[in-house]
């Protein structure tokens, strides 16, 4: 081919440019650590950038809601072991004020004791996290419970995601467990039972509220059940979420991120490139008939 | 008429001529080795026939000079135009698109970023609907979104706004260039018919042809009088012998007021609309970007924009806020897609008072009531009337806008590849060579010196036949 002067020129700066270009592309991704800057660098790992980036987002954030959600569980789970440990307590005095051997005093004493048992646990059921009150349902601004034991709560069970699209109950209803809503005995008015018949000494009266107290007993065990299951759905989730997290992560990083190892050696390569271009292009410009003719 | 000194002397100093002329050429050449467009010239020489006779022998008169021609191949200068149109067409289009960055995936405060982190505030906020901090945040990442919708619109429409700034420039370069074809071809017809050579028109007039390829995709053909004509790749033609058609550009209303391309044809007839995305080389390439990957992302950002918070404000108005009222909108929208990303806003009233959030499916609403709000970030995932969730529709958005730039890319990389090896062929015919002007130019001294080595042989040869009857 014949070689004319203007393309050894050309040829030369396309060559340098290129050299140029590669050498400023390979030291972009060493320093960004990324390998697509614009959707046009790769646009399927674009388009997967986004979509992970947001089921990412989207699993952190169940993450640390299902914490909060956890959080109001396990302190219901505790104030119902509580009520659970109060009930005993209220069902050995009925057992042992039974016995017909206790003076009126005595039983009197006692009475005072299911009462001071009763207000503990409306103070357990009007158990707030974070300022909310969570035996109340979806009413969690106001206590559920007044003195009495009357509940203002609704009959809702609250729900948070906690895998994408997956819903799950968060809160026990109160008003079941505490009010006997739906075939049960109320736990308020059952203690009440007790202690109006211990106050008058009616012996056989004190005898018959075991009955109320073992069925009540029986309602906060179901619902310490309940909150075991969630507490446990909610160990399980974090845990498939974590895991699925790591995999979007994963695939996340495979499309976005550079293999620093590669990216480090193309950039010296391109590095040596550029230099030996230059060297040659340098060279190249010397060598010509003009040197020789005097 | 003999060989005599005479004639001798006479027939030297028109070699001298000839072969001076030679080094003029190759002077000329050297001169013109980064000229773009230039052809090499060729000092064509010949024997001059032998007219006397010695003894029955012919004896040669020496060197004349022919003409002048270029070298010039063609084959290649056919293929040049189309080349260099394709080449301009992607690289354009290619550099358009790179631009734009609003669509990366990584950008912070980006479409994909905010889309992300709004259903992420819901999310957070399903769990405490009645806390006032958590609905202060879902209406900051709200308002978070709808500017974000806004600046990624603006942003695409100031790229299509600058393509069409560079339209307006590139349409004075192709008029100009399409008048200075129609002139060459003009004064090339005048200079033959006088007879001259027009090495140089020739040049110019390939540089025109090249220009105007480069501009608008025309392809060049000969009319069978000398004339070069180009017309544009529909087949309607832009230059006609020594007449020349011109772009000229208006508003288009219909396209969100940015320009509307006409040609007033070769032959004077009226300006007609013409169809920007039919040219190729760079005005193609401007009005593809234009009206084609950017059209496309801005008319699905609006569709999002208008789909997605259409999709919210349904499950709003259907909930109950904190004062047990019906919901209200989110988001203000216009009564179509068209413009809803540039346009929309987070309803005012919602945006000064967080209790009108709708968090709630009842009313009187019950503060820790969520189911709401587990509708809203049910939206992430629901089928918007596209077809495709809100995520899964900006995911295609970058896929789409990332296809048609790569494409681009390559097609860019591919027909500079063609256009620089075309160049490089008809460099090899064409181009200027400096070693071997070099070669020409020394030659051409040599031969000068040996003819004028002659005529002081054949001056002694004089003065010795003079000195003879001294």
Redesign the interface.
Known sequence: MRVTSRMSFDLAQAQMMAARDRAVQAQQQVTTGMRVDHPGDDPAAAGVMVSQGIAIQRLDTIDKTTSGAQGEVQTADGALQSVSTLLQRAQDLAIQLGNDTYSATERAAGSQEINSISSQIVQLMNTQVGGRYIFGGNVDSTPPFDATGAYSGDAAVRQIEIAPGLLQASSIRADITMKGVGGGVDVFSTLSALSTALANNDGAAVRSSVTGINQATDQISSALTTTGGILSAFDSAQQIGSVAKDSAQKVLSAQSEVDIFKATSDLTLAQQSLQATLAVTAQSFNVSLLNYLK | MGADLFSLLVQSGNSLGAHSAAMSVAGNNVAN??TPGYS?QIANLTANPAVSSLGGAGVGTGVSLVNITQARDQFVERQMPNALAAQSRSQTESDA??AL?A????LQGGL??T???F??SL??W???P??PSLRQSVLGNAQALATSFNQTANAISSARTGLDASISGKITEVNAAAKALADLNNQIQISKSAGGQSNDLLDARQAAVDTLATLTGATPYSDGQGNVSMALPNGTSLVVGISAGQFSAIPDPSNNGLLKLQLTRADGSPPSDWDGTSLGGTMGGLFGARDGALKTAATSIDGLAFDMATALNTVQQNGFDMNGNPGVALFNLPATSTGAASTITINPAVAANGRLLAA?TATPT??????NV?AM??T??QALPSGSSP??T???I?????????Q??ALAAHDGAMA?NL??LR???S??????E??NL?KAQKAFEAVSKVIATANQMLDTLMSIGN
Do not use: K
């Open positions: 080795a980064n090499r698109l790179s960055t669509l990366n995936p990584n994909p970023t889309i992300g982190a259903y992420s999310q957070t399903s769990q405490n009645g806390d709630g019950a503060s820790g009531d969520n189911g587990l970030i049910a992430q995932s995520v899964g900006i995911q295609t970058v896929t789409a806008f990332g296809t048609s730039s790569a681009a890319q620089s160049q490089t460099d090899a015919t181009g200027v060579s400096i070693d071997e070099m070669v020394t």
